[in-house]
């Protein structure tokens, strides 16, 4: 038993660390195109989207729980972030840097909608309505799936994302405060806000 | 924090590492469709200044009937200025206004869509094509096959870019008409797009 135990976690380890080289790989890469468009090539505009989008999409399927929303959303991020990549500081952090502003559209839109007094459209997805959308359902399944994405679209938007971005797109704590701008020491309450928040929820949707 | 609630821990980080496992199938369009905004938002900016006078007329405009109004008081500071709002409108329906393709392999047309002052105002796209072309579309097939002429409904609040796919039988130089519609039908803009398909090998 503790041979299983101890293999269990050497192979987790071995998983967080081999995402996080990837991560790292990607974001090397996504610089040096960075550096490219900046020296006027702009065919590395399109390498570094097809590096980032799938990533992106899915962070932006998460957030709106419709693809179509979720193109949309990514699509206005990337215009956002190429229209003033001079900005950019660190282009490794180019994908952070978009993951951010694809956040702040999506809580103003948000917000924009609840001061209008409209109310979010709130759609309540069947577990086929996913597979037209989702290439590959892995080993999960897709009803237990359908209802996290519903749990993500009753969630209160800041919430969601803090949520998304710990769980979904695997930052750390300092990365999470940088891109929602709050201090190091809060996330750890914020997130733990979020996921009772996101466990209430789906409880009472199971009910 | 679980105990109150009821789920375990370990329950709730299952459930997340399994939505986070789930692959979204990105469209295969999706990178050229905003490369081709970006790229044309870039050059848009490279030549900002000659168009400045149309970003002042745009920043004026909050809705379509403001829009045009701007554009009457364009006008009477001088011809050349309408001229300019007119060609700037004009680039912008699509992205290419002439390419080539292959006989038999479906080409894609990035039709743009509606820039910022025109969002609202054009809701419907209408892409024509000759009879030797065919529309192609796998996902939407029975919606394309044997049709000439698609129109698109656009929503006030959509941005996105359309790639439209058509395909030819025969080597040739084909026409393909983009037009803009308002919600009554009211003409706001055209493009025609010259296609040229070969044979590809040898």
Known sequence: ?????????????????????????????????????????????????????????????????????????????????????????????????????????????????????QNRTIREIEPGALLGVIEDMGSSNPEELAAVQNVLNLMDPDDKVILLLAHHQELQGPEIAELINIQAGAVRARLARARQEFIRIYEDQGE | MSQNIGMTEAEFERLLKNYRSVKVQVSPFFASRVSARVKANLKEAAEASPLKVVEETRSIAKNAWMHWLALGVAMAGGVMTFQKVQDYRQSRLTSQSSLSGIVGIPTAITVFGPTDDARGAIRILRVSIPEKLKFHSEKLAPLVEGKHQIELALKPEMTLDFPIMVLAQEEGEYSVRVEYFSKMHELLGQKTIKIKFEKGGK
């Open chain 1, 1 to 117: 038993m503790p041979m299983y135990v101890c293999s269990s976690t050497a192979l987790e380890l071995s998983v967080v660390f081999s995402n996080a080289l990837k991560k790292q790989k990607r974001n090397s890469s996504v610089g040096d195109f960075v550096k490219r468009v900046l020296r006027g090539d702009p065919q590395a505009v399109d390498l570094i989207i097809k590096e980032t989008q799938n990533d992106l999409i899915k962070f932006c399927f998460g957030l709106t729980g419709n693809m179509h929303e979720a193109e949309e959303l990514a699509q206005e991020a990337y215009i956002k972030a190429f229209a003033s990549l001079k900005t950019l500081k660190e282009p490794t952090k180019f994908y952070s840097w978009v993951v951010k502003i694809s956040k702040n559209i999506y809580i103003d839109r948000t917000r924009s909608t609840d001061e209008l007094g």
